[in-house]
């Protein structure tokens, strides 16, 4: 646990430095794009490019409540307006190469059982958010649906479902089950 801590510090603090590179220009496809920016607005940030807001859906939150997973933020914020459970992650890297790359994610946990979500990248190209498993192996997670007035919709991908079910021993979660509503903010 040490080792992850300390890692997850070493690449926060890179970040801060400026010392992650940002990865080559690619195209942006006009559907994906345009949903996230349809979802997006502008704020001012003190740290990073931006950030972007997971809204837990009301019933998967419910969901997870119900089979004992607790979900804490890792490197975020988290807030509650009108009853919401909003968690904050910072974005960097270069927005404009089709990505957006954030510090920070989730931990999911259900007695003794721990699964770390981290290191969240969209991928405008694909329409996807992937992660970081266990601070390991990067994962699709969720894919990137319409726009809501929360934001873009995030639905489990296949595998990430299955690794959930095996993770916290249920059948429970399904591949496009609505998890949040992504709100990506990128400052000018």
């Known amino acids: 646990m040490r080792l992850r801590v ?21 195209a942006q496809p006009a559907g994906t794009t345009a949903a996230f920016h349809a979802a997006s607005h502008h704020h001012g940030f003190h740290f990073g490019k931006g950030r972007t807001d997971l809204t837990l859906d009301p019933a998967a939150a419910g969901a997870l409540t119900s089979l004992g997973v607790r979900v804490s933020p ?3 914020k988290v807030s509650h ?8 992650f910072t974005i960097v890297g270069n927005p404009k190469d089709g990505t957006i790359e954030h510090v ?18 969209i991928d405008l190209n694909r329409g996807v958010l992937s992660g970081r498993v266990d ?3 990067r994962a699709d997670l969720f894919t990137v649906g319409a ?13 990430a479902a299955a690794l959930l079910n095996k993770t916290f021993k249920v059948s429970a979660f399904t591949a496009g089950l609505v998890i949040g509503y992504g709100n990506p903010m990128i400052r000018k």
């Open 6 to 26: 300390v890692g997850v510090s070493i690449a926060a603090a890179a970040i801060m430095t400026g010392a992650v590179a940002a990865p080559a220009q690619a």
């Open 74 to 76: 890792v490197l975020a």
């Open 81 to 88: 307006p009108g009853g919401k459970t909003v968690f904050g």
């Open 104 to 121: 920070g994610g989730l931990l999911l946990r259900a007695g003794g059982t721990c699964l770390y979500l981290t290191s969240y990248t």
């Open 135 to 137: 601070f390991g192996t």
């Open 147 to 159: 726009a809501t007035p929360d934001g873009v919709t995030l639905a489990l991908t296949a595998p």
